[in-house]
């Protein structure tokens, strides 16, 4: 995608092949205010979206994570800053709503400017358990699952596809679920999280045997217990092809821990 989102040629002949007259007549109008603006020196909207609908009450289009009620806060998140223990995922501070525009359906496209953090959509539980099977489980009792897309100048080279899970509970961001590429990026992801996280981790050895016929390797998971806040790296998942990194306040890992025990006892 980046070697044609600033093509303003393929761009517009995917509006002709793609999108109804009509809403190509709108592309063009939202074009057209959005350059006049900056031309003349105004404030664009950072959600890169048409200036009439940036201006409009938020009750117009509410978004689906601005419908979800803020409620009380995580007291693992409380106890974590109290402790002086690093509560911010890519910036984003953990224990609060998400203060972060709806992801422009165009990407980058729009009027050149880049894409900044953004909320790309909010996934269906079962889909968001699918994809991260074992070692991403996510905790019953309704919360909501953000997929989070990141700027280019915040994604690293080891993240899989500059996006991450945000867990919600009552409005608010009590977890994370980031996808790496697995062994490969074993150590830069390793190099990173010790630099946030601290030296002092938990490690643990694993002797992976794939189903392909590979040969046996070996990996070192890491394991980060802190007041509140709990962090865990899986150099690979189930597949042997991705790896995992679960950012989880205190309260959130002791619940998915208790559903993976209760999930493994015999049901004969």
């Not at 959005?34 to 003349?40: S, T």
């Not at 830069?188 to 601290?198: N, W």
Request: some cysteine.
């Amino acid at each position: 995608m980046r070697g044609y989102e600033q093509d303003a040629k393929f761009r517009d002949e995917l509006l002709k092949r793609y999108f109804s007259p009509a809403l190509q007549a709108q592309w063009a109008k939202v074009t057209s205010e959005y350059n006049a603006r900056i031309q003349g020196g105004g404030n664009v909207p950072i959600t890169g979206l048409p200036p009439t609908a940036a201006a409009a009450p938020p009750a117009a289009a509410p978004s689906k994570q601005a419908a979800n009620a803020v409620g009380s806060p995580d007291p693992s998140i409380a106890k974590a800053r109290a402790s002086n223990v690093d509560t911010k995922v890519f910036g984003i501070p953990l224990g609060e709503p998400l203060a972060l525009p709806k992801c422009n359906l165009f990407g980058g496209l729009f009027g050149g400017q880049p894409q900044p953090n953004c909320i790309a959509d909010a996934d269906p539980t079962g889909l968001i358990a699918g994809l991260i099977g074992d070692i991403g489980d996510i905790v019953p009792g309704g919360d909501n699952v953000q997929t989070l897309q990141l700027a280019d100048a915040n994604c690293p080279t080891w993240l899989d596809g500059c996006e991450f899970f945000a867990i919600m509970r009552n409005g608010r961001f009590v977890a994370a679920r980031l996808r790496t590429k697995g062994r490969t990026v074993e150590t830069a992801v390793s190099k990173e999280l010790r630099g946030k996280y601290g030296e002092r981790a938990s490690m643990q050895q694993r002797f992976i045997t794939p189903d392909n016929g590979s040969k046996e390797f070996q990996v070192w998971d890491l394991d980060w217990e802190f007041p509140g806040l709990h962090v865990e790296y899986k150099v690979v998942d189930a597949t042997v092809n991705d790896g995992a990194v679960l950012i989880e306040s205190e309260s959130i890992y002791n619940q998915r821990k208790a559903q993976i025990k209760e999930a493994a006892k015999p049901k004969l």
